[in-house]
């Protein structure tokens, strides 16, 4: 065994060996667009709010960021102003400078506007209520708006802080870094000091309470009550839902993600979130099923969001049913949401106004 003094002298030249360094990265990337017969097009856009342009991912060493741009054209104090935006996808924070660009026939920008934002969270939008006016472009057209087009363009830098561990030449130990996610990540692939079960389908999970109890309220409730089956048997059985479904929340119970995303395309997942109360994963669930909306699933997807109260895909489905309810109604999904779903047929109702 090491004495004391073995132990200092180890911590010591683990000290002197190995330095923490923060590094300031910037990343820089842009979009560019155009909008053909732009007042045409702009004049049949009934929604507030219009993406414009699709989903850009820019890879920087190993992050990858997400944007879109997207336009207001029906500004709620004057009809007159279009609004620009930068809208995040990133489930990170970020900071960002960027400048947003309309681009005259000439190619010298009529427009440019710059600011610095905070992103939080992937609905994180910001930009412009007055970026252009709709007058100006039409008073101007042959200008701004070479062969009708409307020609856009952002340019962005993102900042961030890297904490880099340097170890120097004359290192006489080796120094393993993890990180608390891996760490956990570990714990539950390997599933040692397990102190319960849980049961699906024939399929056992190991698990340990004090994860379980720490991420979900639900967990803690079974777990600490004292006179709980699922405390005393230390087993608990989830019924009614797949076993690779239950593999996936429980990873992100441990890990805070989930290694392929694609997982979070999930309704059986979504269900989990919102029986555990897990808020985190319910809302990313929500999002990445908001973008699989298909005639195919439209009409499902609204139904269960409508019996959980999942608010964001509600208002999703609701206004892609919406926009193709023609191609939908004739569907047995649809006459049977009709007679049995009254609150799914409200929010239609509600994002038609």
């Known amino acids: ?51 414009i342009s699709s989903l850009a991912e820019f890879k920087f060493e190993k992050e990858t960021y997400k944007f879109q741009l997207k336009l207001d ?31 005259s026939s000439s190619g010298s920008n009529f427009k440019k506007l710059t600011t610095s934002m905070k992103f939080h969270t992937t609905t994180d939008t910001w930009g412009f209520n007055d970026f252009l006016s709709k007058k100006n472009l039409k008073e101007n057209s042959d200008k701004l708006l070479p062969n009708g087009s409307l020609k856009l363009k952002c340019n962005f830098s993102i900042y961030a802080s890297e904490v880099c561990h340097i170890q120097k030449e004359n290192a006489k130990l080796p120094l393993v870094i993890t ?22 389908e024939g399929k056992t999970f190991p698990c340990h309470k004090v994860i379980l109890a720490s991420r979900s309220e639900v967990f803690k409730a079974m777990l600490t009550q004292e006179d709980s089956l699922e405390r005393i048997k230390n087993e608990v059985e989830i019924k009614d839902i797949s076993p690779e479904a ?13 290694k392929d995303e694609t997982h979070y395309r999930s309704a059986e997942l979504l269900i989990l979130a919102d029986k555990y109360n897990v808020e985190s994963l319910k809302y990313k669930c929500e999002l990445a099923l908001s973008e699989m909306l298909t005639n195919l699933n ?41 007679k049995t779903n009254p609150q799914a047929m ?8």
């Open 298 to 338: 439209a009409i499902q997807l609204l139904s269960t969001a409508s019996l959980i109260s999942a608010k964001t895909l509600l208002k999703n489905a609701a206004s892609y049913i919406a926009k193709n309810h023609r191609e939908l109604v004739g569907l047995d999904d649809w006459a049977e949401m009709v």
């Open 179 to 200: 990180s608390l996610s891996t760490d956990l990540c570990s714990l539950w692939q390997e599933q040692y000091l397990h102190d319960l079960i849980i049961k699906c």
């Open 73 to 103: 054209l029906h500004h709620k104090n004057t009809d007159d102003h279009i609004g620009l935006f930068l809208h995040s996808k990133n489930f990170n924070e970020l900071k960002i400078v960027f400048e947003l660009m309309a681009i």
């Open 246 to 258: 239950l593999g996936s929340f429980l990873e992100f119970l441990y890990t805070d993600h989930l």
């Open 346 to 353: 409200d929010a239609i109702f509600k994002v038609s106004l």
């Open 1 to 51: 065994m090491s004495n004391q003094n073995e132990i200092s002298k180890m911590n010591f030249l683990v000290s002197q060996c190995v330095s923490e360094e923060i590094r300031h990265v910037q990343h820089k990337g842009s979009i560019d667009l155009t909008i053909e017969d732009f007042l045409i097009w702009s004049a049949f856009q009934k929604d507030k709010f219009v993406f």
